[in-house]
């Protein structure tokens, strides 16, 4: 599958745990294998989303979008919710 990320890639110190890149590409591309048309990811503001492999597959595929929550939306926040909960 072009635009994979290196299978040999090792992962972060300390991020065991989930989807290696590889594996997320991988299910990423089964999606779109199996629905087709446009994948639509709605992310968080955490530094990997937007990271050289992500942007290297959003250019590669372009059937792929990111779309980002906003850093803060009031709109979005629960009256009387503390931060973390």
């Not at 990811?41 to 959003?58: G, K, Q, T």
Request: aromatic share 8%; glycine share 10%.
């Amino acid at each position: 599958m072009a635009g994979l990320p290196d299978a040999g890639a090792p992962r972060p110190q300390g991020r065991e745990e989930g989807l290696s890149e590889k594996d997320f590409a991988r299910l990423l591309d089964a999606v779109h294998q199996q629905l087709g048309g446009t994948v639509v990811l709605l992310v968080d503001n955490h530094p990997h989303h937007m990271d050289a492999a992500a942007r290297e597959l959003i250019v590669t595929w372009q059937w792929l979008a990111f779309l980002h929550f906003p850093s803060y939306a009031h709109d979005l926040t629960r009256p009387g919710a503390s931060e973390g909960s």
